[in-house]
């Protein structure tokens, strides 16, 4: 099972951005799936989550400006972000619980490599 993490870049503040995390393998199912980001010097922590059937939460910090969205069709998850301030700049990582098939419904985690998001003052 391998998570890519894609769409980072460098953007001005106010702008926008939107994270793409592909899951592919021996995928039989993906539940909850998170957005972690880490910042220079500073400990990874927790963005977004979102469910298997889409519910939502988000860390204080990015509420309103952030949105979690997924297609289980297509393996995918999303973080649509705008509204951008220079604190968003970190490394975005996606997390996923996934079952492989065979697993007999039990999930792993695994993470995406992250992409880097750079928001100028």
């Known amino acids: 099972v391998q998570l890519q993490a894609f769409g980072g870049g460098l953007v001005q503040a106010g702008g926008s951005l939107t994270l793409s995390c592909a899951a592919s393998?021996?995928?039989?199912?993906?539940?909850?799936m998170h957005w972690y980001r880490q910042a220079p010097g500073k400990q990874r922590e927790l963005v977004a989550i979102i469910t298997s059937g889409g519910n939502t939460n988000y860390a204080d910090s990015v509420k309103g400006r952030f949105t979690a969205s997924r297609d289980n069709a297509k393996k995918m998850v999303y973080l649509q972000m705008n509204s951008l301030k220079p604190e968003d700049t970190a490394v975005y990582y996606c997390?996923?619980?996934?079952?492989?098939?065979?697993?007999?419904?039990?999930?792993?985690?695994?993470w995406g490599q992250g992409t880097q998001v750079t928001v100028s003052s």
């Open positions: 393998g021996n995928i039989f199912e993906i539940n909850t």
């Open positions: 997390n996923a619980a996934v079952v492989e098939i065979g697993a007999f419904s039990r999930e792993r985690p695994y």
